[in-house]
């Protein structure tokens, strides 16, 4: 199989934990450009990842000049945008991690763009690729749920604030955990509504605990002078539907009912969660049953099932849409949509008024 020609630009965590360990792992990626502002990283980068006579750049415009299928964008969300713009300008393909971008403005044009020169622009949200949730869609699809009029996006973490980049500047990065991880539940809850039309949203942000000195954080104590982005954020959303979801996010909470990128669905004919595992509540026979999918694909020996992560599938998916026009399963549109209603949770919570959509 042909192989296709990827640049990175951005060579921090993301890139190094996610994309390119799964490009890597899929043998479909020759990767042999590496772009990042600290010109260190990108060399470390290159000598883990790249092919022999692979690249490296301070500045994205120069890597945009390479010979290039694919170009991977792993930056602060702050430069999402107009690095994405420039690579489809420049003929390249782009897988842009998320969110899309930090404003609606920006993620409009991005939009714009990949229409107008015919170059696909991919969102990275690989949760839709866990079993769970691959699963949970198809019984949408099917209609097991009937209307789903009420959802709950969640994305809570009890103690678990990022200390390393530029997670806690509002300037790089737009916000803090409901751009970062509420983006993927709230992503994850359009998705299996398959509702992207907003009427209103109602937002609250928090910064309780951020200037606290005794954190109990995962990734050890973060500094209380540079958080500078909420520590927790809530949001209402009325669709044009009548449906409506409430979105909650956090890094730092008092809460024990900590979920990741999770959502949880009510319809009138069933229900949904992933609180403990996937879990489907319907009436049958005239009474109440929970049903648990068996989603491991074991039961063999010396096989465990699901062999491929989330982020294996992401890149191959990625591959087969550049190479064999395999259909796109994050549409831009959609992840629009989300940037949208984000936006509208930080600008009703700096009002205090809820914010009206056309």
């Known amino acids: 199989m042909k192989k296709l020609r990827a640049g990175i630009i951005g060579c921090g965590g993301i890139a190094n934990a996610k994309h390119l360990p799964a490009m890597k792992k899929s043998g479909l ?3 042999t450009a590496f772009c990042d502002v600290i010109l260190e990283r990108a060399i470390a980068t290159r000598e883990a990842f790249g092919t022999e006579d692979a690249k490296v750049y301070e500045d994205y415009r120069e890597l945009l000049l390479e010979e290039l299928d694919a170009v991977y964008v792993t930056t602060p969300n702050r430069s999402h ?5 420039a690579a489809m300008e420049a003929g390249k393909h782009v897988m842009c991690e998320k969110p899309m971008a930090k404003t609606s403005a920006q993620a409009e044009q991005m939009l714009e763009t990949a229409k107008r020169t015919q170059r696909i622009l991919n969102i990275a949200y690989q949760n839709r690729y866990r079993p769970d949730a691959a699963y949970l869609k198809k019984l949408c699809q099917n209609g097991e749920f009937g209307e789903i009029y009420f959802a709950r996006a969640h994305a809570l973490r009890r103690r678990a604030v990022p200390t390393w980049g530029v997670f806690l500047n509002e300037e790089e990065q737009g916000g803090g955990p409901l751009i970062d991880i509420g983006t993927h539940a709230l992503d994850l809850t359009l998705w299996m509504m398959d509702d992207y039309e907003p009427q209103s949203v109602t937002g609250a942000v928090f910064h309780k605990l951020s200037g606290q000195k005794d954190q109990g954080n995962a990734f050890g104590d973060w500094d209380t002078e540079q958080f500078k982005v909420e520590d ?28 990741e990128a999770k959502t949880t669905l009510c319809g009138t004919k069933a229900g949904a969660d992933m609180k403990d595992g996937l879990r489907i509540n319907r009436i049958h026979l005239n009474t109440p049953v929970v049903e648990k999918p068996d989603l491991s694909g074991g039961g063999v020996a010396f096989f465990d099932g699901n062999e491929k992560s989330a982020a294996d599938v992401e890149q191959e998916l990625f591959y087969h849409m550049v190479t064999d026009g395999a259909e796109q399963i994050v549409k831009p549109e959609q992840a629009l949509a989300v940037t949208r209603i984000l936006e509208a949770v930080y600008r009703s919570a700096q009002t205090g008024k809820t914010v009206y959509f056309d």
């Open 81 to 85: 945008a107009a690095i994405s713009i």
């Open 232 to 259: 927790s954020a809530f949001g209402f959303i009325r669709m044009k539907s009548g449906a409506v979801i409430e979105l909650e996010a956090s890094w730092a909470l008092n809460t024990l009912d900590v979920d």
């Open 29 to 31: 990626y020759e990767i």
